[in-house]
């Protein structure tokens, strides 16, 4: 019985092919917003995630604070107040695990007949642990180099890139500032940073080689920063009301008087950047599915059409013994068959759309079985929904009246 309703509903629709084809229309692009709306947050996500892992895990980054000079507040790190001797103490705090103090800088750095301006970032061997960064080639400066100051340097993809281009740049020596560095790695890839910096555009020098021999210092010892490492999730905010302590014995910071110094926790920060990714993702989403919305009121137009042009059919079918439900399940097959087919090509034009799309933003879209199944479920639904009042408005028909409609 279902068989022949299903050849009868495919009947009626090959009948009417440019109608039944206008109905699906608004079916094949409510799913395919959605499913090219969904890949595109779903990208969004996955790039927000890959940045986050890229910078490290359980991270702050403490900053020298604002002081105040003739009467006048300066910015945050305007004056150096931390120092490699703050960074060594916090080292020892029992919710932290590695840190690295820092000493950045730009400088102009010459290899043969190329140049390139780049970020100088004076560290430690930690640097590399706290942010999760593998070399590709060579080997990272030591606790010696640190300690001797030595012009080593390890250089970012970017930087490789714009100096040596094919060349392998490890043993090679570069310029800084008119000083000799020999480079003893190459870092790995990282990408883009949270805010579109380039990871990669980068050297680390030992970071005593960057205050003595690059930047100088404006009192011995003194840096811009210092990152730190918790040694878990769960520590992080015993961490930094450690640090917290700490500072404001090293300093000589009394209760009441504002810190020179300012502590951001990173894993909060990339939560949030992670959580209004996911939120723009359903809103993309959301808005895409009113396409469906639009798309089921369709069908329940045209499926009212099809009632009124069938009115003298539907009284036959009553006349000879067809009963309520074989009527209402007639109407309703052939709204869930207009329903279906629309969202099966809706989701063969929804992939197309996001490769497209894909070909012009700077990030990849990603497919979730989840997402198709979404809309091709919500699709289903919405031709059901739509189609019930006018099946139900087919299956209620007195014969006697039916049979009279012109």
Request: aromatic share 6%; charged share 15%.
């Amino acid at each position: 019985m279902i068989g022949s309703m299903l050849y009868e509903a495919l009947s009626a629709m090959i009948a009417n092919r440019m109608r039944s084809f206008l109905t699906m229309l608004g079916m094949m692009i409510g799913v395919a917003a959605v499913i090219v709306m969904s890949a595109i947050g779903t990208g969004a996500q996955a790039a927000i995630h890959e940045s986050i892992a890229s910078m490290g895990s359980n991270l702050f980054i403490i900053l020298s604070g604002s002081t105040t000079a003739g009467g006048a507040r300066m910015g945050s790190g305007a004056t150096p107040t931390l120092t490699i001797a703050d960074a060594q103490a916090i080292a020892d705090l029992p919710a932290i695990a590695t840190v690295a103090p820092n000493a950045p800088g730009t400088a102009q750095v010459i290899y043969g007949s190329n140049n390139w301006s780049t970020t100088i970032m004076g560290s430690t061997p930690d640097m590399l642990t706290i942010r999760n960064w593998e070399l590709e080639s060579g080997y990272p400066f030591s606790d010696t180099d640190v300690r001797g100051a030595t012009r080593v340097a390890l250089i970012g993809q970017t930087v490789a890139q714009n100096l040596f281009g094919d060349e392998d740049p490890v043993g090679k020596i570069v310029r800084i500032k008119q000083g000799p560095y020999q480079i003893v790695g190459v870092l790995a890839t990282k990408g883009q940073s949270l805010d579109g910096r380039d990871q990669d555009d980068t050297i680390i020098v030992p970071v005593t080689t960057a205050q003595r021999k690059l930047f100088g210092s404006q009192f011995q010892g003194t840096v811009k920063m210092i990152m730190a490492q918790a040694i878990s999730a769960e520590e992080m905010d015993n961490a930094e009301e450690q640090m917290t302590q700490l500072l404001h014995q090293r300093h000589h910071i009394r209760e009441g008087d504002d810190d020179d110094f300012s502590i951001r926790n990173l894993a909060a920060m990339a939560a949030s950047a992670a959580d209004t990714a996911k939120i723009m993702s359903l809103m993309l989403g959301a808005i895409a599915s009113i396409s469906l919305l639009v798309g089921g009121i369709g069908i329940m137009n045209i499926m009212l059409v099809s009632v009124t042009e069938r009115t003298r059919e539907i009284g036959i079918r009553i006349a000879i013994g067809a009963h309520e439900r074989d009527i209402l399940l007639q109407f309703l097959l052939e709204a869930l068959m207009i329903s279906l087919i629309g969202s099966f090509m809706g989701i063969l034009l929804g992939v197309v759309g996001a490769l497209i799309a894909e070909a012009f933003l700077p990030m990849k879209v990603i497919f979730t079985a989840q997402s198709i199944l979404t809309a091709f479920g919500v699709a289903a639904t919405v031709g059901i929904f739509f189609g019930f009042y006018p099946a139900k408005k087919a299956a209620k028909m007195e014969p006697i009246e039916a049979l009279r409609y012109q």
